[in-house]
């Protein structure tokens, strides 16, 4: 029965519009749909590109830390040669003090 009514519609259509007109609604109504999809894959586009961007800068952001965080790496390092090299030498001297001071001991 769903068959004939539809039948039945799509006639009385035809007839009271003419082919011309039904063919003009359906294709308004595809080019409607085709724009809709449209405008979606470019709203999806400009926010895939937003996205990108903001990617893109915290990337440059956390390369600068990286770079930051290599000096600062280095100048502890360096800082630390630093302070071995006065503990040993600061060590040295105390060596000699009880030397001299054993051997005096010893005379």
């Known amino acids: 029965m ?29 080019d409607l749909s085709a724009k809709k999809d449209k405008s979606n894959e470019t709203t999806k586009d400009k926010i895939t590109a937003q996205v990108i961007e903001e990617l893109k800068e915290k990337i440059g952001e956390l390369e600068r830390k990286i770079d930051e965080l290599i000096k600062e790496n280095i100048e502890l390092s360096v800082k630390l040669a630093r302070m071995e090299e006065r503990l040993m030498q600061s060590a040295k001297k105390r060596a000699g003090r009880k030397r001299k001071a054993t051997e005096a001991k010893e005379k």
């Open 2 to 30: 769903e068959d004939h009514d539809l039948i039945v519609i799509v006639t009385a259509l035809a007839s009271a519009l003419g082919l011309k007109e039904i063919w003009n609604i359906v294709k308004k109504k595809m």
